[in-house]
């Protein structure tokens, strides 16, 4: 994107990236000036940068293995983000700590940047828990799988902080094909009308399953926000470093008390929808292989090379790191036993309720007819 960043103006903002996105790092991985948005990563050291790369090469290695581990029977389902790591790491940098994330069940980069451990990403995948974490040790809600509902829990978490007097921020992440939800929609018109501090990240990455992204939006889905009365931003999002620059312009705004941001990321989905998914039924391998010489990994590593950061240190580093979290994921993966039949039970409800205790108190009881032990 060329255009200026004309401070806060609302007026202004609500038409920015319309046209064009905001791109700091070209395909070939040529940094570009952009003024309106350059400020906001000024701060981004050459070591930060080789670390973002170290995330985008982990987390690409994270997935490859839980996939593997899917196709060898370990896990049930895995849904691949391939492609869209740039999107999800440069956003989730960009976060505090006090910062809530509600997401859906893609966001496995997201997690990873907040904390959450490996194993965790795949107990809900190998139908050993209905969670994962512990929300509030992290930052960020497990997946929703319902679409769009997550984005209605970031707003009333939004309007909470607002309350509270608190600066922290929502995110709430979701998919284009998540647009057309009448969630998305209501949550919108509850964020502009609370001036909620929320950010509406929408990963554009051109397929809501099997259904481009073209046949539900005959325009750039960032336009839709405005309507609401919420400034949108149109980011490249194979571009790490403008999707960093583009949620701080978002938090900034938020942590102001300006209210929400929509932010569109244009990037692409180069597996499957999930591992239950044959992508090669929809798409041709034309559209796959001009999405994948814009990868973000080879963009970045393009930029470091250029920096003359891209040393054998650098790159023995990262390759060890993902082999110990690609070894760590799967002893986890295996390691995962069944849980116990009455922790269907626990974190249904923040409080205790009768019925529930009733029902506990039944299946106890029934479990007990076998051997006593609820095996």
Aim: aromatic fraction near 8%.
């Amino acid at each position: 994107m060329r255009s200026t960043m004309a401070g806060h103006d609302p007026r202004e903002a609500e038409t920015l990236g319309q046209e064009d996105f905001v791109q700091l790092v070209t395909p070939a991985g040529e940094r570009i000036a952009s003024p309106g948005f350059d400020q906001w990563v000024d701060d981004v050291t050459d070591e930060q940068l080789a670390s973002l790369y170290e995330d985008l090469v982990v987390v690409r290695r994270i997935d490859t293995e839980a996939t593997a581990l899917q196709r060898q029977g370990e896990l049930g389902l895995w849904p691949p983000l391939l492609g869209q790591e740039a999107a999800q790491i440069g956003s989730a940098r960009a976060l505090r700590a006090d910062d809530f994330v509600f997401t859906s069940y893609r966001e496995n980069a997201v997690a990873y940047c907040r904390g959450v451990a490996v194993t965790d990403l795949l107990r809900v995948w190998r139908g050993t828990s209905h969670g994962g974490w512990n929300p509030l040790e992290v930052g960020m809600a497990v997946p929703a799988v319902v679409i769009g509902a997550q984005t209605l829990h970031a707003t009333g978490y939004a309007i909470g902080c607002a309350k509270d007097g608190v600066d922290s921020v929502a995110v709430a992440y979701f998919g284009d094909g998540a647009t057309s939800q009448g969630d998305v929609n209501e949550a919108m018109v509850f964020a502009a009308s609370f001036n909620a501090p929320v950010i509406f990240f929408c990963q554009n990455n051109q397929w809501a399953i099997s259904e481009p992204v073209t046949l539900q939006a005959k325009r750039h889905i960032s336009e839709r926000a405005p309507g609401f009365g919420i400034p949108s931003l149109r980011v490249d999002g194979n571009d790490v470093l403008a999707v960093m620059a583009a949620t701080r312009v978002a938090l900034d705004r938020a942590r102001r008390g300006e209210g929400p941001t929509f932010i569109e990321a244009v990037t692409y989905r180069m597996g499957p929808h999930t591992t239950s998914d044959d992508p090669t039924r929809y798409r041709d391998q034309e559209e796959l292989a001009e999405w994948a010489a814009k990868d973000p990994i080879t963009r970045l590593a393009a930029l470091l090379e250029a920096k003359g950061l891209m040393t054998e240190e650098l790159t023995a580093r990262v390759r060890d790191t993902a082999d110990r979290v690609a070894r760590e994921l799967r002893a986890g993966c295996l390691a995962l036993g069944a849980p116990e039949p009455l922790s269907l039970f626990d974190n249904v409800y923040a409080t205790g309720s009768g019925v529930l205790d009733r029902q506990r108190s039944q299946y106890a009881a029934y479990l007990a007819m076998f051997d006593g032990t609820g095996r």
